[in-house]
Nanobody, 121 residues
Framework: QVQLVESGGGLVQAGGSLRLSCAAS????????MGWFRQAPGKEREFVAA????????SYADSVKGRFTVSRDNAKNTVWMQMNSLKPEDTAVYYC??????????????WGQGTQVTVSS
């Protein structure tokens, strides 16, 4: 079992930055791929970024490449996502998720409760 709690969301102006954190409980965190997803009102949940168990492999949605960076520290059971050059279209609820396989789909086994990110123009 992996329990996930996100934090770091908030309101920011366009062009600004936020750093999301996801704290995980459970001894198997280091074995899981960690993903970030987001869901805007009226839209499907979409993939944003993923990082494999070691941190050596990452993947990003085209819409965030070059602006967002995902990282993890297995000793701290934490994954982060640094978001720079934020745009109004990045506004969404952001979810942290854990999977036993590296994936960019929403087929992750464990999910956090989400944190709201709002980017004003």
């Amino acid at each position: 079992q992996v329990q996930l709690v996100e934090s770091g969301g908030g309101l920011v102006q366009a062009g600004g930055s936020l750093r999301l954190s996801c704290a995980a409980s459970g001894r198997t965190f280091s074995r899981h791929t960690m993903g970030w997803f987001r869901q805007a009102p009226g839209k499907e949940r979409e993939f944003v970024a993923a990082i494999n168990w070691s941190g050596g492999v990452t993947s990003y949605a085209d819409s965030v490449k070059g602006r967002f960076t995902v990282s993890r520290d297995n000793a701290k059971n934490t994954v982060w996502m640094q978001m720079n050059s934020l745009k109004p279209e990045d506004t969404a609820v952001y979810y942290c998720a854990a999977s036993s396989r590296f994936s960019t789909s929403t087929s992750y086994e464990y999910w956090g409760q989400g944190t709201q990110v709002t980017v004003s123009s």
